[in-house]
């Protein structure tokens, strides 16, 4: 069955950095595009970043562009999100979720069981 | 304050229907038909329950429906059990940015 499974979530200083990983399975991974989306502790869902099948298009929510860089590596189905300059309010459960290749953001699925990101000193 | 404008709670008994509304506007919503829906019990991850307004994907049950006027979309579950106590999010894509917007969430509890 399709399956997302993130690590590399923990404890950071603010200003400190951190990488995500998310390993995929049970779907042609190169076909689709994969999405980061987190989530507070007792807040909504916020859209973080997308990447397309072929590593050629990216986009960034505004809040996190310029400190954070997603990518893939379609030979071993996993992809990636580096954070640096963290700050407290990036502090949630993020997300890895394989994404529509049409409308990159039209639905979200499979997700992940998500990994803690805590920004705090 | 969301994009997507959801009621913060709803509630109904076991066998009834109970509708959750979703109002954007006409650059999200009115404007495309990508429309999704996601179900969240506390402290899992969300799971995809309706995607391009009114579409089931294999193994949701039928008891769960979509449908969408205008600017606003809106979420039919019937039959209501206990196991669908849970936060419900919907989203749209956009042409603009951010590509998705999102709504607040709506806790629907069974009575």
Redo the contacts between chains.
């Keep these: 069955q399709m399956q997302v499974v993130e690590s590399g979530g923990g404890l950071v200083k603010p200003g400190g950095s951190l990488r995500l990983s998310c390993a995929a399975s049970g779907f042609t991974f190169s076909d689709y595009y994969m999405t980061w989306i987190r989530q507070a502790p007792g807040k909504?869902?916020?859209?973080v970043s997308?990447i397309s099948s072929s590593s050629s298009h990216t986009?960034y929510?505004?809040s996190v562009k310029g400190r954070f860089t997603i990518s893939r590596d379609n030979a071993k189905n996993s992809v990636s999100l580096q954070m640096n300059s963290l700050r407290a309010d990036d502090t949630a459960v993020y997300?890895c979720a394989r994404t529509s290749a049409v409308?990159?953001?039209?639905?979200?699925?499979?997700?992940?069981?998500?990994t803690l990101v805590t920004v705090s000193s | 304050q969301?994009a997507l404008t959801q009621p913060a709670s709803v509630s109904g008994s076991p066998g009834q229907s109970i509708t959750i509304s979703c109002t954007g506007t006409s650059s999200d919503v009115g404007a495309?038909n990508?429309v999704?829906w996601?179900q969240q019990h506390p402290g899992?991850?969300?799971?995809?329950m309706i995607?391009?307004v009114s579409n089931r994907?294999s193994g949701v049950s039928n008891r769960f429906s979509g449908s969408k006027s205008g600017n606003t979309a809106s979420l039919t579950i019937s039959g209501l059990q206990a196991e669908d106590e849970a936060d419900y999010?919907c989203?749209s894509?956009?042409s603009s940015?951010?590509?998705?917007v999102?709504?607040?969430?709506t806790k629907l509890t069974v009575l």
């Design positions: 909504g869902l916020e859209w997308y986009n929510a505004d997300y409308a990159a953001t039209r639905w979200f699925d499979p997700w992940g069981q998500g | 969301s495309y990508y999704s996601y899992k991850a969300p799971k995809l995607y391009d994907p999010y989203t894509y956009t940015s951010p590509p998705v999102f709504g607040g969430g």
